[in-house]
């Protein structure tokens, strides 16, 4: 999902300008956040890519450290990854898809001249060490449901990776759709913590949500 739209990010911006007025109580870091984070919506509707990095990442700084979204590229891209799995045909345990698990196998005679074929793809199970065959084994694949939220994000894109400025841009777009969404969760997160660490304070939160709306 990417949102481009100039509009969108102008009533995202009047959203935290809200928040800001809510947040009076709450302490200077989560103004300074709100501060950030508006600044960094204003740098993306100015195409302004390093602002808008840099923005993201002092929310980021803000953040006390178990509430940091870990930058990591690597991570990130295993953790959403769906889940891809074959189901050995004798010990019925998943194993995890890969294309380097195939080999193949020559087969009788009599089974060549019945499916034309002289070799066919297989792969052994690492558990029990059957040997299956790829084209009858059972696949799984398993998406991940929306929305989701891994703690990490992958590192800002380099302008010198991609041959033109609108493939960075639909890269940037990307990457700052996910940074912002995973800084969000830990925000809330933080938000809610610190709100229910304070005696009587998340009712006075309630009350000047009312008041604002
Ligand atoms: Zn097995």
């Known amino acids: ?45 100015q195409l302004n890519y390093s602002l808008c990095s840099t923005e993201l990442s002092a929310i980021n700084a803000l953040l006390p450290p178990e509430y940091k979204v870990k930058e990591d590229s690597e991570e990130y891209y295993k953790i959403i990854k769906s889940q891809d799995v074959l189901i050995c045909s004798k010990c019925e345990k998943e194993t995890e898809y890969n ?35 790829k084209d009858g084994s059972k696949r799984i694949i398993r998406e991940k449901q929306n929305p989701f939220y891994t703690g990490y994000m992958p590192t800002v894109p380099k302008v010198s990776n991609f041959g033109n400025r609108l493939q960075y841009k639909h890269q940037f777009e990307k990457w700052f759709d996910i940074a912002l969404n995973e800084l969000e969760s830990k925000i809330g997160l933080y938000r809610t913590d610190y709100a229910k660490q304070q005696d009587g304070d998340e009712s006075d939160f309630e009350d000047e949500d009312d008041n604002v709306s």
């Not at 001249?113 to 040997?131: A, D, G, M, R, T």
């Open 1 to 45: 999902m990417f949102y481009s739209s100039y509009t969108y990010y102008k009533s995202l911006i009047t959203m935290y300008v809200r928040l800001v007025m809510m947040q009076a109580k709450l302490p200077d870091i989560n103004s300074a956040i709100v501060r950030h984070r508006t600044g960094a919506l204003v740098a993306m509707t």
């Open 99 to 133: 294309d380097g698990m195939f080999y193949f196998q020559s087969i009788s005679v009599e089974l060549q001249l019945l499916f034309s074929l002289e070799k066919i793809q297989v792969w052994n199970c690492p558990l029990c060490n059957n040997q299956n065959i």
